[in-house]
């Protein structure tokens, strides 16, 4: 009995096949790809917010650190689908009032600053502790 033999041509229309799956797969679902990264940075930045020693202001009330988070996750969560990234969430969640559109401000060791530009240095600050631990992890292997 014969085995079955493969055409040489075979090989190479199965490869173009997967390379077909994976350009489909990049082309329709490219959040995907880079999700995990973005959900890790908006859970650093509730976590940033609600272990911070600020007090939050919105709408002219004054808020705790724990209380401002509660808020912004609660908003975040109901819009979740549309909040691709975490400058989306300080754009469209972190920095202002949905409802009056008055901006956010956090006041910190008597300094008062726009929630937007406080969130922003911290997600700075937090990408480049990440590039730093990911250097070094390639440096020990």
């Known amino acids: 009995m014969h085995g079955h033999k493969r055409l040489p041509n075979q090989n190479l229309c199965d490869e173009m096949k997967f390379l077909s799956l994976i350009i489909f797969l990049a082309l329709f679902f490219p959040g995907n790809f ?67 559109g008055r901006q956010y401000e956090v006041r910190c060791d008597g300094i008062k600053l726009q929630t937007s530009q406080w969130l922003r240095e911290s997600l700075a600050a937090y990408r480049v502790s990440v590039e730093n631990q990911e250097k070094e992890k390639k440096t020990a292997e």
């Open 34 to 100: 880079v999700v995990a990264a973005e959900n890790d940075e908006i859970e650093y930045l509730l976590s940033f917010i609600g272990s911070s020693d600020c007090i939050f202001i919105r709408n002219g009330g004054e808020y705790q650190a724990k209380e401002a988070r509660e808020h912004l996750e609660m908003k975040y969560n109901h819009v979740k689908r549309r909040i691709k990234t975490a400058e989306d969430f300080i754009d469209k969640i972190a920095s202002k009032s949905s409802l009056s």
